[in-house]
C-alpha cells in the first residue's frame, strides 16, 4: 500500500526534523526599527498582568525583510516595553507575518500574536519606506532618509513577553491555564545605519496601534541582524485577569467562538 501521509510519522521521521530546525544556519534580516516615546497611560493601559510599564512609556517597531532559505518572508512587530519580575523587555501586540508557515510556530509554540499581513521594506537610494498593513491599512508606516553609517552594536540578549492560551470550547474561558512566556533573544548586528523621517500610525479597527501615539521620536534605524530564539514558561497566569485582554489576538473577538455549522464538513 502507497504511503497515507496524514498517518504517523516514524520516531526516526520525527528526531531527523528536530536535528534539522536545530541545525539551521545564520538567518539574516534587513529592516528598520523605529523607537519612540508614548502615552504612559496608553502603554499600561495594554499590559495584561503581571506584565507592569518600565520607567519610559516606549514603543518599538519593527518591520523586515527575512532571507528564509527558499522564499523571502516579511515580518513585523509593533511592541510596548513592560517589565516581569525584575526582568525588562517588550510585549508585542500585533506581529504580522506575509506566510502561513512563520505563524504556525510563534502562535502555537510560543503564544506570539502573529497575524497574516503585508510587509513592506523598501529603498531606493538613501529614501526607506516601510510599512504593515492588514485588510487594506497601512496602519504603520516609517519613512525617512539614510543620513549615515552608525557603529555596530555589540551582540545583545533581549526579552519578548508572549501569552500562551487556548480558549475554551464552550466560550467561557480558556481550556487550560494561560502561561506566561519569556522568550529570549541573542542579536547580532553585522550593518547599522541612522535614519531621519517619521512614523505615520494610521486608524485601523483591526490593528488600533493608533492608540499609542509618538509623543517623541527616540530613533529610526536601517539595520542588517541576526537572532535565535529560545522560549520558557515562567508562570501560571490568572485566567480571570487575563481574559480583558484576549480580545488583543483577534480581529473579532467573536471570531473564537466561530465554527462550522452544525453538520457541516
Given at each position: 500500500?502507497?504511503?497515507?501521509?496524514?498517518?504517523?510519522?516514524?520516531?526516526?521521521?520525527?528526531?531527523?526534523?528536530?536535528?534539522?530546525?536545530?541545525?539551521?544556519?545564520?538567518?539574516?534580516?534587513?529592516?528598520?526599527?523605529?523607537?519612540?516615546?508614548?502615552?504612559?497611560?496608553?502603554?499600561?493601559?495594554?499590559?495584561?498582568?503581571?506584565?507592569?510599564?518600565?520607567?519610559?512609556?516606549?514603543?518599538?517597531?519593527?518591520?523586515?525583510?527575512?532571507?528564509?532559505?527558499?522564499?523571502?518572508?516579511?515580518?513585523?512587530?509593533?511592541?510596548?516595553?513592560?517589565?516581569?519580575?525584575?526582568?525588562?523587555?517588550?510585549?508585542?501586540?500585533?506581529?504580522?507575518?506575509?506566510?502561513?508557515?512563520?505563524?504556525?510556530?510563534?502562535?502555537?509554540?510560543?503564544?506570539?500574536?502573529?497575524?497574516?499581513?503585508?510587509?513592506?521594506?523598501?529603498?531606493?537610494?538613501?529614501?526607506?519606506?516601510?510599512?504593515?498593513?492588514?485588510?487594506?491599512?497601512?496602519?504603520?508606516?516609517?519613512?525617512?532618509?539614510?543620513?549615515?553609517?552608525?557603529?555596530?552594536?555589540?551582540?545583545?540578549?533581549?526579552?519578548?513577553?508572549?501569552?500562551?492560551?487556548?480558549?475554551?470550547?464552550?466560550?467561557?474561558?480558556?481550556?487550560?491555564?494561560?502561561?506566561?512566556?519569556?522568550?529570549?533573544?541573542?542579536?547580532?548586528?553585522?550593518?547599522?545605519?541612522?535614519?531621519?523621517?517619521?512614523?505615520?500610525?494610521?486608524?485601523?479597527?483591526?490593528?488600533?496601534?493608533?492608540?499609542?501615539?509618538?509623543?517623541?521620536?527616540?530613533?529610526i534605524t536601517l539595520g542588517e541582524k541576526t537572532s535565535d530564539q529560545r522560549g520558557k514558561v515562567v508562570e501560571r497566569v490568572d485566567a480571570q485577569a487575563l481574559l480583558p485582554y484576549v480580545h488583543q489576538r483577534y480581529d473579532d473577538p467573536r471570531q473564537i467562538l466561530d465554527g462550522p455549522p452544525e453538520?457541516?464538513?
Amino acid at each position: 500500500m502507497a504511503r497515507v501521509r496524514y498517518g504517523a510519522r516514524t520516531e526516526a521521521e520525527i528526531a531527523a526534523a528536530r536535528t534539522a530546525s536545530a541545525k539551521l544556519p545564520d538567518i539574516w534580516s534587513t529592516g528598520v526599527v523605529a523607537l519612540w516615546e508614548s502615552d504612559p497611560d496608553a502603554v499600561a493601559a495594554v499590559l495584561p498582568p503581571p506584565l507592569k510599564p518600565t520607567g519610559q512609556p516606549l514603543v518599538r517597531v519593527n518591520i523586515s525583510k527575512v532571507q528564509l532559505p527558499g522564499y523571502p518572508l516579511g515580518a513585523g512587530s509593533f511592541a510596548v516595553a513592560a517589565a516581569h519580575d525584575g526582568v525588562e523587555g517588550w510585549y508585542p501586540l500585533v506581529m504580522p507575518m506575509t506566510h502561513e508557515r512563520a505563524l504556525t510556530g510563534g502562535r502555537e509554540v510560543f503564544g506570539e500574536p502573529k497575524k497574516l499581513g503585508e510587509v513592506v521594506v523598501e529603498r531606493e537610494g538613501l529614501v526607506v519606506r516601510a510599512t504593515l498593513a492588514r485588510h487594506g491599512i497601512a496602519f504603520v508606516e516609517v519613512r525617512g532618509a539614510v543620513t549615515g553609517r552608525l557603529p555596530l552594536p555589540e551582540p545583545s540578549r533581549k526579552t519578548d513577553f508572549y501569552f500562551k492560551f487556548l480558549p475554551a470550547v464552550d466560550g467561557s474561558g480558556f481550556d487550560t491555564e494561560p502561561v506566561l512566556v519569556h522568550c529570549v533573544r541573542h542579536e547580532k548586528v553585522r550593518r547599522l545605519e541612522r535614519v531621519t523621517g517619521d512614523v505615520v500610525l494610521r486608524e485601523s479597527m483591526y490593528d488600533p496601534v493608533a492608540d499609542l501615539p509618538v509623543r517623541r521620536l527616540v530613533e529610526i534605524t536601517l539595520g542588517e541582524k541576526t537572532s535565535d530564539q529560545r522560549g520558557k514558561v515562567v508562570e501560571r497566569v490568572d485566567a480571570q485577569a487575563l481574559l480583558p485582554y484576549v480580545h488583543q489576538r483577534y480581529d473579532d473577538p467573536r471570531q473564537i467562538l466561530d465554527g462550522p455549522p452544525e453538520g457541516s464538513v
